[in-house]
């Protein structure tokens, strides 16, 4: 089971941390990706890291601005987000993967229930 939590409303240019935790499993041997979906349009990945090396991967639209830390003592994985801008507002989703690509949302085997990020101007 993953469960996401840190979301919320807040102003363009604030900063805000999502958390992903695991519960049941460890988390360490599986990467992790965070995925937005935007009202009437499609999920879309944003961030990745692997399970191996913690090698990140990240959108265009965030690069610089998302990180994409892990601590698998906790078996939580982060996305600190920098500089919001209303493009940002979305449900993030948080899912685990054993293998497969990591911005490819068909190849996760786990997903959280999502957290709402509300970004105004």
């Known amino acids: 089971q993953l469960a996401e939590s840190g979301g919320g409303p807040v102003q363009a240019g604030d900063s805000l941390t999502l958390s992903c935790a695991a519960t049941?499993?460890?988390?360490?041997?599986?990467?992790v990706g965070w995925f937005r979906q935007a009202p009437e349009k499609e999920r879309e990945f944003t961030a990745g890291?692997?399970?191996?090396?913690?090698?990140?991967l990240f959108a265009d639209s965030v690069k610089g601005r998302f990180t994409i830390p892990r601590d698998n003592a906790k078996d939580t994985v982060y996305l600190q987000m920098n500089n919001l801008n209303p493009e940002d507002t979305a449900v993030y989703y948080c899912?685990?993967?054993?293998?497969?690509?990591?911005?490819?949302?068909?190849?996760?085997?786990?997903w959280g229930q999502g957290t709402q990020v509300t970004v105004s101007s």
């Open positions: 890291i692997s399970s191996y090396d913690g090698t990140t």
């Open positions: 049941g499993r460890s988390f360490s041997t599986y990467a």
């Open positions: 899912g685990a993967m054993t293998s497969g690509t990591i911005y490819n949302s068909k190849d996760y085997d786990y």
